[in-house]
């Protein structure tokens, strides 16, 4: 942007590490503790430098965290294919159709970005025992589609008015049904849209706490953030071990991460449209 | 108003287009917009208006009787000292969000276009706090303010400042502080990509011209910078304040909303009454009025939107 002369450059190293040491020891202090015995842990708390001992993350796979790894991952799966399919459907005719309902349909799904997750919470979970869902990752799968549905579908929205309308009418012409005019031509052109509002909902469903927290109590059915408390419970005083499951349970989007970080970012960020 | 009516014509082409075009194609959009409509209704839309049909019951959700009771949990709720405290967080929250995260935020965004090496690793990390499950970095930052093993009490041991450490979590006094601090960590960087983005679409001939007029580093800040930035400023408040209104997990496994609710927040309160406690049809007079609460913020926001748009 500018110059900066030597002294200011070196302030801008300074401040740029602080931040770093700030951002970064937490995810260090976590993996270090995590490979340390709880000897070693009493003796050195803070020391950055263990012995490598992968006793913790043994125990962490013999008491199960791969249970709740696979129930994260189906769930996740699931309502992230429904919420695509579900979301472009519904934003194609919202866009492009004109019925008397439009407008206050895109209104309802607008307003759901404000609507706390709590004033639903008493509602679902009587909802969710009522219909038999209840304590099964089923019961997850609703209120996950559920939430997901206004960022998705406002993305997709604008997404739809800026492909050409030209397209459209040229496979009308041809004499394309609505149907097939969406399947064939529109939805793989909403392919980028579709992808952002793949990473942006898994990681949401991935993280999710509430949910289940109050429609799950058997701990085999448990997603991973329970998992994850549920270990903190049992462990107690063995901080290593906590930490071992701590950092199993943030793996799998580290490696997302590193792999297509601007993906990633990208894919977060874009909760941040404007309605 | 001539753009107004210009508008409005348009429009009524459109439409009179539209009706012409036949057939109306009715059961397409009823085949693709029932299935998002019907999930979003039953889970969404519907349990607001039961919210508040059992907002008006004495009720513990455990069994079927319930008691019509009208707006008496309504009352009870304006006397409930703790429903008060825990209206003054969330309030504390959002003035911290808006006035740490945001700057800092914006602070970090710019330390990534400094001309620096290592820009790669910095972003990397800078990253990285928002990729965490809030549940895995609670129960981290819970051993990080742990008052014996965790890491701040042993480096004050360290710097003989014996007399700076404190029970963080455990004390009333700094245990809101101390949440705050781990939710700045979690969502200042959610900002810094915001404020990356929005500096990243700074035409640098805007720049150049302002060093030719002799712009200071500084001036270059204030006077195009900033302004320049100001619809993401927006935005980024907006986001914080809806997120600060429903903030439950980091609390709930840090503090559950202790000690002596120093630390509770409408939401975690919410959660106790109903399923710690079992009193549902108080509990949700408490997630109704949270309802009303970020209405009445919606609304205002958007009038104040309303009203930027149309003076500039």
């Known amino acids: ?275 | 108003m001539s753009s107004l009516a210009e508008k409005s014509t348009a429009q009524v082409e459109l439409q009179k287009a539209a009706s012409s075009r036949k057939p109306r194609h009715t059961a397409f959009i009823i085949g693709f917009i029932g299935p998002a409509l019907l999930i979003y209704l039953t889970y969404v839309i519907f349990p607001i208006f039961s919210t508040l049909y059992y907002s008006m019951f004495h009720w513990s959700g455990i069994e079927s009787s319930k008691t019509f009771i009208l707006f008496d949990n309504y009352i009870k709720l304006m006397t409930d000292s703790i429903f008060w405290k825990t209206v003054l967080n969330n309030l504390l929250l959002v003035v911290a969000s808006i006035f740490t995260q945001l700057p800092l935020g914006l602070a970090m965004a710019l330390l990534l276009m400094a001309p620096i090496k290592g820009i790669r690793l910095f972003r990397t990390v800078y990253f990285m706090p928002l990729l965490m499950s809030t549940v895995a970095l609670g129960i981290l930052w819970t051993f990080i303010y742990d008052p014996t093993m965790g890491i701040i009490n042993q480096a004050f041991d360290l710097l003989g400042l014996r007399s700076w450490q404190m029970g963080w979590l455990g004390d009333s006094k700094t245990a809101f502080l101390a949440v705050i601090v781990t939710i700045c960590w979690q969502f200042t960087p959610f900002y810094m990509i915001l404020f990356r983005a929005a500096i990243a679409g700074i035409p640098d001939e805007i720049y150049e011209s302002a060093k030719i007029d002799g712009a200071s580093g500084w001036k270059q800040f204030w006077r195009i910078t900033l302004p320049l930035l100001k619809p993401t400023i927006v935005t980024s408040s907006v986001l914080s304040v809806i997120g600060s209104l429903k903030y439950f997990d980091l609390i709930y496994v840090m503090t559950e909303g202790g000690p002596d609710s120093s630390t509770e927040l409408m939401a975690t309160y919410m959660y106790k009454q109903a399923f710690a406690k079992f009193n549902m049809g108080y509990a949700s007079t408490i997630s109704f009025t949270m309802f009303v609460i970020s209405l009445i913020v919606a609304i205002f926001i958007l009038t104040a939107d309303k009203n930027r748009a149309q003076a500039s």
């Open chain 1, 1 to 275: 942007m500018t110059a900066v002369n030597s002294i200011q450059r070196i302030g801008l190293y300074v401040i740029a590490i602080l931040v770093l040491v700030v951002t970064g020891y937490p995810f260090i202090y976590m993996v270090a503790t995590s490979l340390k015995t709880q000897p070693e842990f009493f003796e050195h708390p803070v020391s950055l430098l263990p012995k490598f001992n992968f006793e913790n993350y043994a125990l962490v796979f013999k008491l199960g965290i791969d249970t709740y790894f696979l129930n994260s991952v189906i769930v996740s799966l699931i309502c992230v294919t429904a919420i695509i399919y579900l979301s472009a459907m519904i934003s194609f005719p919202l866009v492009r159709m004109r019925f008397k309902l439009n407008r206050p349909i895109f209104y309802l799904f607008l307003a759901g970005m404000m609507i706390p997750v709590h004033t639903t919470l008493i509602p679902i979970y009587m909802l969710t025992k009522h219909i038999g869902l209840y304590d099964s990752m089923w019961a997850l799968v609703g209120p996950y589609i559920a939430f997901s549905l206004p960022i998705s579908v406002i993305i997709l929205t604008q997404f739809i008015q800026e492909i050409p309308r030209e397209l459209d009418e040229a496979a009308v012409m041809d004499g394309a049904n609505p149907a097939r005019l969406f399947w064939s031509i529109v939805f793989p052109l909403l392919s980028p849209a579709l992808a952002t509002i793949a990473i942006y909902n898994f990681i949401h469903i991935w993280n999710e706490f509430v949910f289940g927290l109050v429609l799950i109590t058997t701990p085999a059915k448990m997603t991973l953030p329970l998992g994850l408390r549920a270990f903190y419970g049992e462990f107690s005083v063995n901080i290593p071990g906590i930490m071992a499951t701590l950092t199993l349970g943030s793996l799998p989007l580290m490696i997302a991460y590193f792999l297509a970080q601007e993906k990633v970012v990208s894919g977060l960020s874009a909760g941040a449209v404007k309605g």
